[in-house]
């Protein structure tokens, strides 16, 4: 499994702030020399493969966990190698910024269906240059979606428990496995400002 330089990833359960850090990151870097350099992107796609995995998501379609699965991995390829893919970016000399990637199927999917299909279906993947692992109690993520209008199916507390465990049990995998992808974790309990500013250390952009 490969390394796709560039390519930088936002990882955590829903509530955890990565597609809030992915808007302040977008906001700062507005106006620099800089900015066109970067592409962010997120799973699931806008593509036909992620359109319909988000009617399955909000619950507005049904599907059984395996199915999902089979979808999400069918969308990251979509992500990675379509007409508007991640590759192609980082071809072009660009900085590929995700929320999500792999390792939210090898947490959500495994917790919803176990971890060997999860684990087979996303063995051909390539690995990101750096991921950023949003660490937060399930509790305080679920707070933080109380105030949302929509909801999606996954974002029951006794599913996110058993999610952020294999999330912390995939990011643990990985630091022994893959020691050529860097893994920053962050302690997404903090102030929005405060994981800002470590990712902005990070990226530097």
Known sequence: MGILTNFIVFEGIDGSGTSTQIDLLKKKLAGRETENR???TCEPTGEATGRFLRTILS????????????LF???RWEHLYGKN????ALNAGK?????RYFFSSLAYQSAACGRELPKLLNSLFPLPEKLFFFDI??????????GRSVTEIYEKRDFLEKTAAEYR????????????MKIIRLDAAQSMEQVSRLIWEEIGA
Do not use: N
């Open 59 to 70: 619950g507005e379609e049904a599907a059984e966990p395996e199915t999902a699965a089979f």
């Open 85 to 88: 893919s991640v590759v192609k």
């Open 95 to 99: 900085t590929v910024i995700s929320d």
């Open 38 to 40: 970067f592409v962010f």
């Open 137 to 146: 109690d399930p509790a305080l993520s679920l707070a933080r979606i109380a």
């Open 169 to 180: 049990l995939v990011i643990a995998e990985y630091e022994q496995a893959a020691p050529g």
């Open 73 to 75: 991995a069918a969308d």
